[in-house]
């Protein structure tokens, strides 16, 4: 049997840690499309980030790596780990609750599982894990509504979409961690730095010409909430995501994903006095036990 270290109180510490500020941060996004528009939210969220990370960067004494190879990875990362699923997350927001936008990301951990399995062809799919699969579809058909489904949105169309918009987010994530398995190796801080410039480069163009943020209404409640998404949501949290996996690794970092959707889900509920629907308590219920069902799965073959 191959022996597991057991994981220390700080990558515990770094783990829940990571958990609030991604839980929570779906609250801040919500806050700040209500005075903003999507693009400008990821502009300015990522920008902030950019100079953060980049003085991280040379205070450590690294440097971003300006090759064919790491330009290609940089913008890859950059457009499918930030650019387009925090527009996607931001955009459907203005339409739907916080909290319902962050259970409709818990399933990502297994989008990237089977997205692994099918391009990378390195995971094993077993009968518990196609049982996981099943038990998350059914998790979200519960979340849209069986009314909905059949009608592709009927008289909540722009809900529906927008629900499929986060969802695309989750799809983006998966891909981004596929992508991201093949950078060749590099310093996480370097690698976090480019590839959040990258996608403040990417969001740029949209940000001058389509929705100039010069022009949006920014409020005192618009800028707090841009300000915690660049500095803890994207910057801090970048550097707690790759410590944690230089600490434990990607399985004890999965844990995560049964933390996310009950934070975002419950802060909605606290701070913006968002409505609890027994369909989205079922719904979470079903994806999390999915979640639970895959990772007991996989830690057996960890353990092997």
């Known amino acids: 049997m191959k022996q597991i270290n057991q994981p220390s109180i700080v990558s515990w510490i770094l783990l829940f840690s990571l958990a609030i500020i991604w839980g929570v ?30 003085v991280c960067m040379k205070y450590t004494g690294n440097k971003i790596i300006l090759t064919r190879t790491y330009l290609t990875f940089y913008i890859a990362i ?5 650019a387009i699923p925090f527009y996607l997350i931001s955009d459907a927001e203005r339409i739907i609750d916080a909290g319902i936008a962050g259970v409709l990301m818990s399933p990502m951990p297994l989008i990237t599982l089977a997205l692994s399995a099918i391009i990378l062809k390195d995971q094993n799919i077993n009968i518990i894990k196609v049982l ?8 979200l058909v519960v979340l849209f509504g069986f009314e909905n489904l059949s009608k592709l949105g009927g008289n909540n ?18 891909v981004n961690s596929i992508v991201s398995k093949l950078v060749p190796k590099i310093n ?8 959040t410039m990258a996608s403040t480069i990417i969001i740029s163009p949209f940000a001058f010409f389509y929705e100039p943020f010069w022009l949006e209404s920014f409020t005192s409640s618009s800028i707090i909430a841009i ?37 975002a889900y419950f802060s909605g509920v606290l701070f913006l006095n968002e409505i609890i629907r027994v369909n989205v308590l079922v719904s979470l219920a079903m994806i999390l036990f999915a979640l639970y069902l895959n990772h007991v799965s996989s830690k057996q073959v960890q353990e092997v």
Not at 28 to 53: E, H, Q, W, Y
Not at 132 to 139: D, P, R, T
Not at 241 to 262: D, H, R, T
């Open 25 to 54: 941060n779906f609250l801040f996004i919500k806050i700040a499309v209500i005075d903003v528009g999507p693009i400008t939210n990821v502009f300015c969220r990522l920008f902030m980030a950019s100079i953060i990370l980049y």
């Open 78 to 82: 950059g457009a499918l780990g930030s």
């Open 132 to 139: 996981s699969f099943i038990l998350a579809a059914l998790g």
């Open 157 to 174: 169309r722009v809900e529906f979409f927008s629900q499929i918009f986060v969802l695309l987010a989750a799809i983006c994530y998966g």
């Open 188 to 195: 996480f801080i370097s690698l976090a730095t480019g590839t």
């Open 227 to 263: 300000v915690i998404q660049g500095l803890f949501a994207t910057a801090i949290a970048n550097l707690l995501f790759f410590k944690i996996i230089e600490l434990q690794g990607p399985v004890f970092l999965s844990l995560i994903n049964f933390m996310i959707p009950l934070i």
